[in-house]
Structures are given as C-alpha cells and as structure tokens.
C-alpha cells in the first residue's frame, strides 16, 4: 500500500509510537507534543479512543500545511460480558480536518493485579511495567506488549497495525475517501 503521497502529523514524541508510524507508512512524521484531554491512565475502550480523536485533531491543529493528524492511544479496558478480564489496546486516530477513521492494535490481557495497581494507586501501566522489567522508559520500547511475551510482540508493532488501519480509507481505491479522490 502506498501511503507516500500523505503528510503525517504525530500528537506525541514517543518513540514507540514514532516508530510505529514509520513501519506502517515508510514516512517519517512531522511529531508535535499535544494532550489527551483525558486521564493519564485511560481506563476504557471510550476515552482511549476519545483520546486519540482528540490528538489527531490537536496534532493537525499544530500544522500549517495540512495533512492527516495521527494520535495513537494506548488504554485498557475490562471485559465484563466474556472474561472477566483486563486488556491493553492500542488505538489510531487518522483526521484529516473532515473525517476521522480509527485502526485498532490487538487486544493484549493484562495481569488483573497489575490493573488493581492502577487503580488503588492511581498510578499508569508503564510505571508498573518499568518497575516489573527493572528498567524505566518501557512504554518508549516495547511497553506491556515487549516485557509479558518476552519480546514476541513490541509495542511498536501493535500500533504499526493501528496505524494501517486508520490510513486505508485515505488510500485504497475501495474507499470512496482516499486523498485526492472524490468524496
């Protein structure tokens, strides 16, 4: 899939998330620091997403060239219904001042205890991560995703597939959207 005619701006500096953004387009992103607009630890699959609307929306914002404004949002979210069960997800938001289109990573079980944590403390996944992995900076790496597959998947990888799903509408023939199609 070509994704060389697009103009990406990234709401965030992280690297992982930068990194994700150059396996799935080849492109490097102009990448511009902007706020959620929603807690540090999203909690669910709604203000994960909320989350990464609003980013790509600031991100876009930040630029005077226009573009596709990309926010990518990790959050978690609990499974009543099935498994009783908590799972990290990776969400990308792709707007490009008309239409916003979200691409999904895998949905990852996450250790209930490290969720308890969370919320008993108030403190993000990452900070339970970097202390479970000895290191600091693990959501920059390979995150959750890295340290409980032993580095099967990282978390670069998981946002990569977000990211292709979000920018498909703005590229493939099958959608009616695609930059410098018709509407």
């Known amino acids: 899939m070509d994704f060389s005619g697009l103009k990406l701006v990234l709401g965030t500096k992280n690297e992982a998330k930068v990194k994700a953004v150059r396996l ?48 990518l949002e990790g959050g978690l979210t609990y499974d009543s219904t099935h498994t009783q069960q908590w799972y990290l997800i990776s969400v990308c938001a792709a707007w490009d001042g008309q239409r916003v289109f979200l691409g999904k990573g895998l949905a990852f ?3 209930n205890e490290a969720v308890e944590r969370i919320q008993r403390e108030g403190v993000e996944l ?38 292709i799903a979000a920018l498909v509408p703005f590229v493939s023939p099958f959608y009616r959207y695609r930059v410098g199609g018709g509407d």
């Open 24 to 71: 799935a387009t080849g492109i490097d992103p102009v990448c511009v620091s902007v706020p959620s607009g929603i807690s540090d630890q999203p909690l669910s699959e709604e203000e994960t997403i909320k989350g990464a609307i609003n980013r790509a929306k600031a991100a876009l914002e930040q630029t005077e060239t226009g573009g596709i404004g990309l926010g």
């Open 126 to 163: 990452r900070t339970v991560i970097d202390e479970w992995s000895g290191t600091t900076g693990s959501n920059q790496k390979g995150g959750a995703y890295g340290l409980l597959t032993e580095g099967k998947i990282q978390r670069a990888e998981v946002f990569r597939d977000a990211v």
């Open 109 to 111: 079980p996450i250790p």
